[in-house]
């Protein structure tokens, strides 16, 4: 059985996700935008987590998102009539090539829960992760173990974001 | 019905509203926008998985997705400012410089 | 049957000519610059050289086998190997293979020799030597290899040669209408050929002589009948039998040593040699074999009444030849392959002989054709005329000229064997006398008599005269490999049919028979048949040139209208279908297509454009489409 609270989380879910997808201001997604996410750390802490829910909502909703709001700032965009044009077959052939995306996937999702799993249920129950310390320490374990390599060259990749970034986004000196 | 089959659909619809916000709207913005929403779409997998298979690879995963995203949002609004500075424009239907 | 012998000599009899081919048609005009700067003399010199060469190495062939009767065989290579089908060339020395490796080794000696004063005027003569070379290696490959595929390659070289032979003074066009023509002619029999190969491939799985021989399973009579068939048209095409004879007569405006190498000799026993080979199968069909006997013995008949209206002394001798391979069918229809081979050799020595000698009565006419403006040249070419009696003798079958015992043998065995009988017999007889009928005319018009035109006569040089006293001495004795049982008999000796001992390993005699009449009575039958029809025709064409008897005069002129029935038949309509095609076909299709072609693209590309245009958009959308196909696609197939 479903947890009331996680029936409710997805609800807004759902709800946000078409807001965000509609919006004919580019505010308005945004905002729509964060607040999923928020609500998806909400989900990631409802099912125990708490590290994912952690980073949802410090990296994504807090810096992603706001770097997002402040470019549409920056860059003045004002309300504007709907971008989707309910004219073109390119709407309808997009909605429902996705519809039926949609479709494919759920019964893919629903044929795995259907079956027996077959990767056998590995050894972080809840309640082991409860023995080991909690959520963020099993995690952190693993993590400088087994994905230190990962983990190093992850740290290069912002790296090299960073200075882009940067580069791009220069004026040029005259 | 499942907590993991639930959270399982919702990646899935996530996921679609994503593609269908990249498909369908013109301003390069949002359309970023839609893709962090695939990704997220993508972390709630991984995390079902992990939580039904009880493992905690899926959660360094979404870590890594994570950090990823969060590169790939600052590199591609730096160029989004500077398309803004030659076109005066996001609109892709409007910035046919390149097309052939 | 006897353990085949592993030998690399029928590889070199194979070799030489190809090798001569190549001197001739590439080596020798690099180096001197040009086709038109070959030397006759050289070039000649090495074709004769290596099919010499070639000929000592089939004598060894020869000798080796007579000590035994199995096989030479050489395996080259595994041409084609996939799974189940497995077509090597393997050379194949038998005895039969053998004789007929004599046969177009020694007479192409002979006539390669003949060439080098035939040709004598000849500029850039070597592209001449080069075709005769590669005919020779196209035929010895027919006789050598054990595998109809591999045959039927043979079949096609020869035909090739054949037709750049005849069109060889390509620059008149009636040379190259009538080497067309050959052309197409076998290309028609030749597509028995290919079919029967296929049935044959079909039901036994394989192509080789032997293996096909072991296969001769009864429950496929049906397809093989058809593959028997079908053989038997090819062989009628190559050999000239009718239906299709048309294209040997017109095959004379090639040079005359082709004339008397492959469309007297060798070429046109392909033919008779397939059949010889197949035999095992043919045998199997009776009333196939009776319809061969009764189209060799009409095609004996019906060459030699056109022959008697020839004016043309080539155009007689190439009825003559039509003829006699019509009595060579006749004898493989009744089921006696040996005395069609027997025949088949002497025939080659005597009309070899017969076209030579009249190879040297143009040439000493400087290219003069007609016998009605020859006479009297017996004084003035007697060399040749004393050849060309002895060949005459031959085919006619004077007694102890070679063609007297292949003949007889051939009405004898048509006589008694089951098959025969006395209405073939009767059709065998009178060919015979209207081949003496007509042979005499010949000698009458061209060496008897007065000089009519004073033309030329001048005797040809020894170049061209050896081979006429060597292939007169063989017409004259190589009878003699064929003597008949009933004489030896009679004599109280053992049997002297050499021949016949030699072939039987390979081919079957005939049964022997008791007949109406006994060998003797036949033998002596032929003879005054042979006579009679001599003086019948020294009398008539003593003082004329034409048959007294015009209204089968008409129709003998006329070849019985078979060129004028094909024309209306086969020739016209395609004439038409080609009109046609050129009218409809050509003018509102192919040229139009190119222009289709460009304008399509053209079209096409301009829709196509719109795919690139270059928006992510766009191209997000067909991903996306395409993925949802794809799993759209495997669902179905996951359910169904």
Redesign the interface.
Known sequence: M??PV??LL?AI??VL??V??VAKN?IT??FS?VA??LT?AG??AA???H??AA??AI??AG??MV??VF??M??N?NEEKS??NLESWR?YA??W???G??LG??YA??Q??GES?G?R?????IS??KEHGG?VV??SG??FS??YI?FEV?SL??L???A???V??KRKVD | ??????????S??????G?????????T??????I??ML?AI??SF??F????????G??Q???V??????????G??????V?RNFGS?K??LT?R??? | MSEPILSSLPLWILLLPLFGFLLNGLAYPLAAKGMGRTHVGIAGGIATVVMFLSFILACMGFVALRSSNGPLVQPLYDWVAISDLKISLVLHLDRLSSLMTLIITGIGTLIHLYSIGYMSHEKGAARFFAYLNLFCFAMLLLVLSDNLLFVFFGWEGVGLCSYLLISYWYSEEANAVAARKAFLVNRVGDLGFVLAMCILYLNAGTLSFSALAQHMAPEAMGMLGIAAVLLFFAATGKSAQLPLYVWLPDAMAGPTPVSALIHAATMVTAGIYLFARMHFMFELFPNLMVLVAWTGALTALFAGTIALVQNDIKRVLAYSTVSQLGFMFLALGVGAYQTAVFHLMTHAFFKALLFLGAGSVIHGCDGEQDMRKMGGLASKLPLTHITMLAGSAAIIGLPVFSGFFSKDEILYEVLVQPRGGWLLFACGAVAAFLTAVYTVRLLVLTFWGQARQGLGGHESPFVMTLPLVILAVLATVGGFLGVPHAWTHALGLESMHSLSAWLSPVIPAAAMLEGPLSEGVVSFLAVALGVAGSIVSYLTFRRRFDLPLPGLRRLFEGKFFVDEIYGALFVKPLYRAGEWMARVLEVGFVQNFGGWLGSGSLWSGQRMRAL??????AF??VL?AGLVAIIGILLVWAHV
Not at chain 1, 121 to 125: D, H, R, T, V
Not at chain 2, 29 to 34: A, E, N, P, Q
Request: charged content about 5%; overall charge negative.
């Open positions: 479903v947890e996680l029936a997805s879910i759902v996700g078409i965000m997808t580019p997604s945004a935008l999923l996410m998806l989900v990631y099912i125990g987590a590290f994912v980073l949802q990296v994504y810096a992603v770097l997002f470019s549409i920056l860059l965009m971008e989707i709407t997009g909605f090539s996705v519809v995306l949609f996937l759920a999702f629903f795995w829960a799993h990767p249920p590995g050894p972080w129950s082991a992760i959520n099993a995690l693993v993590l087994e994905y990962q992850i990749l912002l090299v974001a960073m882009g970034a940067l791009l986004a | 019905m499942e907590t993991g089959t639930l959270l399982h659909l919702l899935a619809y996530l996921f679609c509203m593609l269908l916000t990249l498909l369908l709207r013109r301003n913005i949002v359309m970023l926008m839609g962090e929403l997220n972390n709630l995390v079902t992990a939580h039904e298979l009880q493992q905690v690879s959660q360094l979404v870590f890594f994570i950090t990823i995203a969060a590169a790939e949002s600052a590199v609004l730096s160029i989004l400012v500077n803004y996001i892709t239907n046919t390149m097309r052939g | 690139q245009n270059g928006d992510l958009q997000a959308l996306t």
